[in-house]
């Protein structure tokens, strides 16, 4: 995505992306380069830093896979993927009704993503890994 940002942004510049070329631009540098970068080292963080407060129960640091489950981070993963080309599309194509499905995608995305982090919560409130 980072590649695509300044080529959206000279698309933009020179009207080769139409009247919506300056949102694009947006979405490419905000939404589709940075906040898919923040939300990557976010799922790798959250469980690095709860495990320095947490103990396995057999004892010694616990595997950063023993704090969260993976399941809702694939289903972010796909839904933020989905919901950035969705509105990309609608953003091109003026299709508004696209871009509601695109944020309620996102929003799904969201959900999944809060639902992995409230999944290392009770490890850490505990102190205990699940293993």
């Known amino acids: 995505m980072l ?7 000279l698309a933009a510049l020179q009207g080769w992306a139409g009247l919506g070329g300056p949102t694009l631009f ?12 923040l939300l ?4 790798r963080i959250v469980p690095f830093l709860a495990s320095m407060h947490v103990r396995r129960a057999s004892g010694g640091p616990p595997l ?12 972010h993963a796909v839904c933020h993927l989905i919901a950035i ?20 995608v996102g929003a799904a995305g ?3 993503f809060a639902a992995y982090i409230g999944g290392v919560l009770p490890s850490l409130m505990s102190g205990r890994t699940r293993n």
Do not use: H, N
Not at 26 to 37: D, E, I, K, N, P
Not at 64 to 75: C, F, I, Y
């Open 110 to 112: 969201a959900l999944a």
């Open 3 to 9: 590649a695509l940002t300044p080529l959206a942004a």
């Open 40 to 43: 990557g080292v976010l799922q």
């Open 85 to 104: 080309a969705a509105l990309a599309l609608a953003i091109v194509f003026d299709i508004p009704q696209l871009a509601a499905g695109a944020a309620m």
């Open 64 to 75: 950063l896979t023993d704090l969260g489950v993976s399941a809702p981070l694939k289903m």
């Open 26 to 37: 947006g979405l490419v540098a905000l939404g589709g380069w940075l906040m898919t970068f």
